[in-house]
């Protein structure tokens, strides 16, 4: 049977507060439980939400203010009967296949510096040194402008999201980070990314990290890229270990730390 993760706004709006005798989902922040619940989660829900939870014909599930909406044994119970009235049927899968999605959806809108990652941030420090990601990128003061600064980024986005964007970089690029080649009346040639622009002017940070300001009556022709200046084939030239090592330090970089979830007590009569 497929299962189709439909939760609705609505019936997510509609939960009751999450009351005292509710158990606690028994695998909050276990890594393994996450990946586990992404390979149930591409299998059985992504024809509906997306094969990242990005969306479609269900909802957008990394969103984080719908997912808070919902206690974790709401979702669970919303996975496990289904929605009456929508296409999502109960899932007829043991109660530890619900849980591992439940925490996967979870994590799918958390801060990652939030959460317990797989990885050793110390070693991917290491990785991200070695691989001159600090050529575009800063961290607390140090590095390039050309990309994003990623001082704060473990607290504004998730490990999810995270993951996907050094993978996938031309999926997920940023606003004021797009690729352009601009060719100037005078004859001149400028690459780099552009940081604004309007009908009337060109805001342009070339690789060397020097910003131009242009009006449009100096420009002969400029072209947006849709692809990343961030290579795309790190999936290619990391181990696994590596990469999961990187992502596991940028999932602590933030300027507030937050201690990440723990994993709680079971308490008598949670759901396995």
Not at 126 to 146: D, E, F, N, P, Q
Not at 152 to 177: F, M, Q, T, W
Not at 194 to 219: C, E, I, P, V
Request: aromatic content about 6%.
């Amino acid at each position: 049977m497929r299962l189709f993760l439909l939760l609705l706004p609505a019936v997510l709006c509609a939960q009751p507060v999450p009351r005292m005798d509710e158990p606690d989902n028994p695998l909050t922040g276990d890594p393994a439980a996450v990946e586990a619940g992404r390979k149930l989660f591409t299998a059985s829900c992504g024809a509906c939400h997306g094969a990242t939870g990005e969306g479609g014909r269900g909802p957008n599930l990394r969103d984080g203010k719908l997912i808070r909406r919902s206690s974790d044994f709401q979702m669970f119970n919303t996975i496990r009967k289904g929605v009456p009235g929508s296409d999502m049927p109960g899932a007829n899968l043991p109660d530890a296949n619900i849980w591992q999605l439940v925490t996967f959806v979870r994590a799918l809108g958390a801060p990652a510096a939030e959460t317990i990652v797989p990885g050793e941030p110390s070693r991917g420090e290491l990785v991200y040194a070695k691989s001159g990601c600090a050529g575009c990128h800063m961290i607390s003061g140090r590095g390039g402008t050309l990309g994003p600064d990623l001082s704060n980024i473990g607290a504004a986005r998730s490990y999810e999201y995270l993951r996907e964007s050094v993978l996938k970089p031309g999926e997920r690029i940023s606003a004021g980070y797009q690729p352009v080649t601009v060719k100037l009346k005078d004859g001149r040639t400028l690459e780099g990314v552009a940081r604004n622009y309007t009908n009337y002017s060109f805001q342009l940070m070339d690789k060397d990290g020097k910003l131009y300001l242009l009006n449009a009556s100096d420009l002969a022709d400029a072209k947006v890229d849709v692809a990343s200046l961030m290579p795309a084939d790190y999936g290619e030239r990391l181990s696994k270990e590596e990469m999961t090592d990187l992502v596991a330090y940028l999932s602590k970089r933030t300027l507030r730390p937050v201690e990440a979830r723990r994993r709680p007590e079971r308490r008598r009569g949670a759901p396995r």
